[in-house]
């Protein structure tokens, strides 16, 4: 196993502690708390009236648009953090500081533009 | 390798399950009692221990044995599986976020040094959002529904200025492992300036502090579990599921507060004082808890003095301030390190 692997394993062991506490506090609650169950007490809570309709139904395509953006630009933020790590040790070589300059913010700038160019057409508004 | 798991069992428990639940726990009180003080108000002092009330503080125990002694009934529901899996994964991303944070100097005090820490805690920390969406999937109602659906955009929408905002600090520092940030933050610029996340990236602080509220979904972003608008994700959930989704927000308050702490305010560096070893050790962890409570306490004072967005600015302010902001300080802090690599600053 690779060394880079194996920090992983703390993290495997921490998950299972962790939802084993959470399981345990669910677990006492089962045990300790009443269980009188009746079928108004289980309907969904609708401040005293019925459900008219059922909650999974189409809900508005602006919801859908955020979500949309949301993939667009956080891949965008995954391309720059390589280029982050590594900026300052580009500079530092005067042949390739420019070079590793301009590309990134020609990316950025294509970001910046794509960002203009949804906010123009009204997609980031709310109303 | 059985060294390592009962080692890692030890810190696991150690930090976790004793200073972050601890503090966690602390929090239900606090956020009472600050919020009662600021509005002129007793606040909680009922609850009594032979007599002795200390401000209300055994309000901790009598909350837990309440939440345990509750009924926890499943509502009408055809995902049953689902609503119980629910609290589970409001949890467990929250703590896990502790696993890479370098509480103090060496391996002993980090859970793990995972390499890729600060985008560990950028992965991690977005599934939080299960939680709350699949929770209010399945209760099958419609006020759980409404406020899962703006939990949802809300969490997307900040995320995306959260993660750009670190770029920031990836440049300055060069890595994105946590222990290696904060190593770089003790040293001194012009050799008495600490080089902390918060002097190098002022900016940055600002719109992660901001992102981050909005990704715990405290006030003034508690647009999700609004209390007087609407009831929020978790109306079906009794007993001690709703203490753990409750739960779950006040252990975001304090991961918060440790990861603003290691990424923008030193993490255990001591400004002025460097190496590490015996007592020194012992007042940086102690610097670090320091750090963290103080984020912790900058969170609660924001929750109670600023009023809640109405949504449309609050879609406004995630999209149009801080992502173009986000992506201002990226080309400042390029052409700014470019002066400083050629020498000219």
């Not at chain 1, 196993?1 to 506490?21: G, T």
């Not at chain 1, 309907?43 to 859908?64: C, D, L, N, W």
């Not at chain 2, 986000?326 to 080309?331: D, K, R, T």
Request: glycine fraction near 8%.
């Amino acid at each position: 196993m690779l060394d880079s692997q194996i920090e992983y394993i703390p993290v495997l062991i921490m998950l299972a502690i962790c939802s084993a506490a959470i399981g345990g506090m669910l677990t006492l609650n089962f045990l300790l708390g009443p269980k009188r169950k009746n079928a108004i007490k289980n309907a969904p809570f609708e401040s005293g009236e019925k459900q008219i309709h059922s909650p999974k139904r189409r809900f508005s395509v602006k919801f859908y648009l955020v979500g949309i953006f949301f993939i667009v630009f956080d891949i965008e933020a995954v391309f720059l953090f390589p280029w982050a790590t590594l900026y300052r040790q580009w500079l530092r070589d005067p042949a390739f500081a420019w070079v590793a300059f301009g590309e990134m913010f020609l990316f950025l700038g294509i970001l910046s533009l794509g960002l203009v160019y949804v906010w123009r057409r009204g997609a980031l508004e709310w109303d | 390798m059985l060294e390592l798991i009962l080692l890692s069992v030890a810190k696991v428990m150690g930090i976790v399950m004793v200073f972050v639940m601890a503090v966690a726990a602390l929090l239900t009180w606090i956020e009472r009692k600050q919020s009662a003080l600021i509005q002129n108000r007793v606040g909680p002092n009922r609850a009594s221990v032979a007599g002795l009330r200390l401000g209300g503080i055994f309000h901790l125990a009598a909350d837990a044995v309440k939440m345990l002694t509750k009924e926890d009934f499943d509502p009408e529901t055809d995902n049953p599986l689902m609503f119980r899996l629910a609290p589970f994964l409001a949890v467990v991303p929250v703590m896990l976020l502790f696993a890479v944070i370098p509480f103090g100097p060496g391996e002993h005090f980090l859970i793990s040094n995972v390499g890729v820490g600060a985008l560990f805690i950028l992965a991690v920390s977005s599934l939080g959002v299960y939680g709350s969406t699949i929770g209010a999937w399945a209760s099958n109602n419609n006020f759980a529904m409404l406020g899962s659906i703006r939990t949802t955009a809300q969490m997307i929408s900040y995320e995306v200025s959260m993660g750009l905002n670190l770029v920031g600090i990836f440049m300055i520092y060069e890595s994105v492992n946590l222990q290696d940030i904060v190593i770089e933050q003790g040293s001194l610029i012009w050799g008495w300036l600490p080089a902390w996340g918060i002097v190098l990236q002022p900016l940055a602080f600002i719109l992660f502090m901001t992102a981050s509220i909005a990704e715990t979904k405290r006030a003034p972003f508690d647009l999700p579990e609004g209390e007087s608008e609407i009831v929020g994700y978790f109306v079906e959930f009794s007993s001690m599921r709703f203490g753990l989704l409750a739960l779950s927000e006040f252990i975001g308050i304090v991961a918060v507060g440790a990861t603003a702490a290691v990424l923008f305010l030193g993490g255990w560096q001591i400004p002025w004082v460097q190496g590490t070893g015996g007592w020194l050790t012992v007042a940086q962890v102690g610097a670090m808890i320091l750090k963290t409570l103080f984020v912790v306490w900058l969170q609660m004072a924001i929750r109670w003095t600023l009023p809640r967005f109405r949504y449309d600015q609050l879609m406004r302010l995630g999209w149009q301030y801080l992502l173009p902001l986000s992506l201002l300080n990226i080309f400042i802090t390029g052409v700014v390190l470019m002066f400083v690599e050629q020498g000219r600053i």
